[in-house]
């Protein structure tokens, strides 16, 4: 049951990282087009903006994900280095549960902006509803709370083959 569930995470985590990389390279194609349109052909085109916005929307709520679930996200240990290690693993605890409650806050209320903001659209895109736009904000909240869950149950993640970079020279054994 835990390796099927930790294959699960695996794959989504997979398609974060992808999804995440692809926006960030559509963003700098899109951003640059944007400026030669400006500033070359005098033109100014609409879309390059909203779109890049989107991309790093996108790219911010599904990256947070990943970088959480590899443990590479932000963390000031200034105070917790200090600590005994008692004290060091009641205080990861509840870092991981605080973690929990803000990725389910997120879920509810991505949602509810979602479907309040469902008949809106982007000026600049009108083919575009605005509740599509802010989709990334609970899809991203439910993707962290499905790693902060694995997380507090099965333990970190980081040094899962798929999360490291040099999981190669791990698994042969050479340094």
């Not at 083919?127 to 599509?132: N, Q, S």
């Not at 609970?138 to 980081?158: K, N, R, W, Y």
Request: charged residues 10%.
């Amino acid at each position: 049951m835990a390796e099927t569930f930790h294959r699960f995470n695996d794959r989504v985590y997979l398609a974060c990282m992808w999804i995440s990389g692809l926006s960030i390279l559509v963003m700098a194609l899109v951003i640059p087009w944007g400026i030669f349109a400006r500033y070359v052909l005098g033109t100014g085109s609409q879309w390059p903006e909203p779109v890049a916005i989107q991309l790093m929307v996108l790219f911010t709520f599904l990256g947070a994900a990943v970088s959480y679930r590899a443990g590479a996200h932000i963390a000031v240990a200034m105070l917790t280095d200090r600590l005994p290690e008692a004290a060091r693993h009641v205080l990861r605890g509840a870092v991981h549960l605080c973690m929990l409650a803000v990725a389910v806050y997120t879920v509810v209320k991505g949602t509810r902006l979602c479907l309040e903001t469902w008949n809106q659209v982007i000026g600049q895109l009108p083919w575009l509803r605005v509740g599509i736009t802010y989709m990334p904000v609970p899809i991203g909240g439910a993707v962290t709370a499905l790693f902060v869950l694995e997380h507090i149950f099965f333990g970190s993640q980081q040094s899962r083959p798929i999360v490291t970079f040099d999981h190669v020279v791990e698994e042969t054994g050479a340094a």
